[in-house]
Structures are given as structure tokens and as C-alpha cells.
């Protein structure tokens, strides 16, 4: 079955420690976009990638980085310049074919303070 | 740029019987589409409905139709013969020819037996 995949599902992370959300989807869609979370909160675009090798900052990109070597992959780092990284993490895709078509999302990752 | 306001932080509703979610939202653009999504306890996003702006009809998909008031700027979700399994945060969002959506803060649907 197609779909997107995110991993961890939970996460950890030290002060001045960086990690990478895990992103995959087989859709064979060509947009993907990273959202955040807050408790009780709606979610809040960080970066969305429209093609392979190109990407581009959404809301609240400061802290955090991408990148878009294949087109099934889009990972997030979180950096140590993300000064509050609790959060949930949520990935999704879109297929090409124009802004009606919905995104489909990930099951999420929680990333967390040790 | 696009804000969607959803004004009500949590609603209510007995079971099998109706309940509307409220949405306003303002946009620039001439181009753009309207949406609901549910997220249950499991933290998974549900697309529950979509509308076109360009369209005048409203909505509909079983149990769950719109109210999309253009000159208003208003989009409300109309919830039919609640059910149990109904119960999420439903989010309202707004979306552009290129895809970016921008949500509101969600709404907590309860439904009591």
C-alpha cells in the first residue's frame, strides 16, 4: 500500500544535539511539506519542497533544516539552534496535479528534551 | 498571505445529533481551496472535506457537509448524525494553486452517548 512513512516515532535529543526526522513516501508524489505541532495547537509550516534538488521556508523554518535528494525523501533536521524543539512532527505529499488535491500526511514524530 | 480562524476551542454534541464547526479565513489570492481535517487521539490527520472557492455548490461527503459563505469569508462544518468514533480535533485550512496549507487552531469535538 502507498503511503507515508516517518520515522522515529518518538525521539530524544541532548542540548547541542542535532537530529533528522525521517520522511519516505511511495506515492510518487513530487510536492512534500514539514509541519509543527504545539500541544493544542494547529500546525505551522516549516519547509515544503515543490520538486527533487529545491526546496523552500515555510513559517517557522529558523532552527531547522531540509534537504530533497529523491524525490521519495525529505528529512528534517532539527539543529541546536532550534532553541525549543518539543514538539510533534508531522510530514506530508501532494500529488502535482493542482491545489485542490489534499495532502496526505504521516503518523507523526514526537521529539523531545532529554 | 492567508489567516484561518477557527473560533471555537471546543464543541460538543450528543450522539445522532448535529453540530456545526465554525471557520473564517482571509486570503490574497484569487486561486485557493478550503479544507477539513480530523485528528483523532492516534494524532493522525483525516482529510474529512474539501471545497473549491471557484465553486458555488457547497460540499457534501456523507454525514459531513459545508457551509461556504465566499462574501463572508466563512466556512463552517456541518456534522450529521454524530457518532462516537466523530470525536477528534477537527482543524479548518486554507490552500493555494501551489499547495502551502495554513491551519487554524482546531477544534475539540466531544460526543456523548
Known amino acids: 500500500d502507498g503511503g507515508i512513512t516517518q520515522s522515529p516515532k518518538y525521539l530524544f535529543r541532548k542540548e547541542g544535539q542535532n537530529v533528522t526526522l525521517s520522511c519516505e513516501q511511495n506515492?510518487?508524489?513530487?510536492?512534500m511539506y514539514w509541519y509543527r505541532q504545539d500541544p493544542g495547537q494547529g500546525l505551522r509550516l516549516i519547509y515544503y519542497?515543490?520538486?527533487?534538488?529545491?526546496?523552500q521556508k515555510g513559517d517557522i523554518a529558523e532552527g531547522y533544516s531540509v534537504s530533497r535528494e529523491k524525490k521519495e525523501s525529505f528529512p528534517l533536521t532539527v539543529t541546536s539552534a532550534q532553541k525549543n524543539p518539543t514538539a510533534f512532527y508531522l510530514c506530508?505529499?501532494?500529488?502535482?496535479?493542482?491545489?485542490?488535491?489534499?495532502?496526505?500526511f504521516g503518523d507523526g514524530t514526537r521529539l523531545s528534551i532529554l | 498571505a492567508q489567516t484561518v480562524t477557527q473560533s471555537q476551542p471546543e464543541m460538543s454534541v450528543q450522539e445522532a445529533e448535529t453540530v456545526t464547526l465554525s471557520c473564517t479565513y482571509d486570503?490574497?489570492?484569487?486561486?485557493?481551496?478550503l479544507f477539513w481535517y480530523k485528528q483523532p487521539p492516534s494524532r493522525q490527520m483525516i482529510l474529512v472535506i474539501r471545497?473549491?472557492?471557484?465553486?458555488?455548490q457547497n460540499a457534501t461527503e456523507n454525514r459531513f457537509s459545508v457551509n461556504f459563505q465566499k462574501a463572508a469569508k466563512s466556512f463552517s462544518l456541518k456534522i450529521s448524525d454524530s457518532q462516537l468514533g466523530d470525536a477528534a480535533m477537527y482543524f479548518c485550512?486554507?490552500?493555494?494553486?501551489?499547495?502551502?496549507?495554513?491551519f487554524g487552531q482546531g477544534t475539540i469535538l466531544t460526543v456523548h452517548p
Open positions: 506515492l510518487n508524489h513530487d510536492a
Open positions: 471545497q473549491e472557492a471557484y465553486k458555488q
Open positions: 486570503t490574497s489570492e484569487s486561486d485557493y481551496y
Open positions: 506530508a505529499s501532494r500529488p502535482p496535479s493542482g491545489g485542490n488535491q489534499p495532502q496526505h
Open positions: 485550512a486554507g490552500g493555494t494553486s501551489y499547495g502551502k496549507l495554513t
Open positions: 519542497s515543490q520538486i527533487v534538488n529545491d526546496f
